[in-house]
């Protein structure tokens, strides 16, 4: 993981979240209230946009720099969210040196852990941890594996599954929890757009 | 989308610009992290207040700031809650040294937005959540009721106890103690519509309301024909008394709250008919509020919300508050 690889990703998830903005806003006005997908696309402007201030800084600082953006930049609970995830993975130790693809999920893993204490939510309660925890359960399983790709078409494979898998889901957290039943039906729009940014970023680690 | 909108970007800020050039008597606007405080410095050793919360539902939190109620408010995108930063920046702008009271709804986005900005700032602070809606259930496997229409109240009473040297510890106490005693409950009878979104939030029949509808358009409890007001608010008000049970020599407050496009002249016959069946019930209202407080953008509707009151709770309602949105006594 470098400054550029973050920049590019950026810039390849952004693509791919305008190209599903109808869906997701769709989703989060059947059970939410609407602003996630604003939210999201918001969050990816402002990161992108950081470009020319951080390309040539240190990964730690670049990290730091998006997770304050990111956290006064978007508001609602993915600002928070996606704020915890970058300023835990600018917090992690010897980021001066080569982040490889153990340290990368190392780094990675910790983010999903500290956003799971922020929004605290469980599997199962209808909200992108839904996709988040699983797929970081399987790169814990993958970090020490030299041969990583194969190991990346099965983390594309969960997120879809377990994105999927919320459409039944009641949701207990989060604007839709006040709905009940009626929530069901629907997939989560955070669990949606958290599958496109992980399947986009694997496709890309895989064809490289 | 027919709005006075110039762009979208641009919305929020040109509208905090006017209302801090409409008020520039009471409060200011700091833009960038955006809050609005009190024009004259907080006196040394009171409490701070400070609320905050998606747009599109003033006067909710910019016009409560003021002489009362309260030191600041943060104002997040429309219907998104407000930033860590902006938290922040407003602590430290108003604390005088007695403490930040933040005054949060009970919204996942608001609450991990607001715990990050209590944690960033480096001063003595407390927060108390409010969750007064009653159409949706409370459980241990929820996030819990929404914090709605009884957060006006709540700024209002323990902004007073704060005016009047009341501690920390105090004020977050009464907050608690009046967020517990009050329900509210609210209906629809139109969506509403997200600047950045440019269609309706949801889409609602001519001859269909949405009953227990949240703040910013979520669904409640279910969807239904519309009624003569009589039998919408006698359904609300068995909701709201199921679940405070009020005794019978109880004071009460009755507040009639618009969502922003039903007229003040409904709003009174509202409360007209609220009052007619609290009285057949033998519930005595002693207080009153009516009026657009806690909106929804354009949304055509209200809410109900019955507050208990004690001597404390009395006595704070009725002190004098200047804000730009409630001013009385002063």
Redesign the interface.
Known sequence: MSVSFLISQAKSVQKVIDENSAEI?ILD?KI????HI??IQRGLKLVVELEDAIKDLPLAKALNMIA?KV???????????F??FFMTMAKSSDLDKDVDFNKACEMIISGIKAMKE??KADVGEKTMMDVLLPVSEKLNELKYESEFKPGLNEVIKIAEERMLSTKDMLA????A????E?AKGHIDPGARSSQLIIDTICKSVINN | MKKFINNKDDFLKESLTGFGKAHSDIINVNLD?SFVSRKNKTKDGKVSLISGG?SGHEPMHGGFVGHGMLDAACP???????????MQAAAEHVDSGAGVLFIVKN???DI??F??GAEMYSGKNDSIITNDDV???DST???GR?GVAATVLVEKIVGSLAEHSGSLEECKKLGEKVNKNAGTMGVAFTSCT?P??GKP??DIGDDEMEFGV?I?????RKREKIQPSKTIVGNILEAILDNLKPEKNEKNLLFVNGMGGTPLTELYLVYEDACQILQSKGIEVTKSLVGNYCTSLEMQGASITLLKCDDEILKHWDAPVHTAAMRWGM
């Not at chain 1, 956290?71 to 969210?81: H, K, R, T, Y």
């Not at chain 2, 997040?76 to 902006?86: I, K, L, R």
């Not at chain 2, 910013?216 to 409640?220: A, D, K, L, M, V």
């Open positions: 806003e006005q939410g209230d609407g602003d604003f939210n304050m956290l006064s930049g978007i508001g609602g609970s993915s600002g928070a969210l704020g915890t922020r929004g207990t957290k989060g604007r929890s006040f709905l009940g009626r | 992290p998606g997040g995108f429309v219907f998104s809650a407000p930033t860590p930063d902006q919204y996942s986005g991990m937005n715990e990050m159409a949706v259930e496997f929820t996030t929404r997200v950045a979104a939030t949801f949240g910013h358009g979520e669904p409640g």
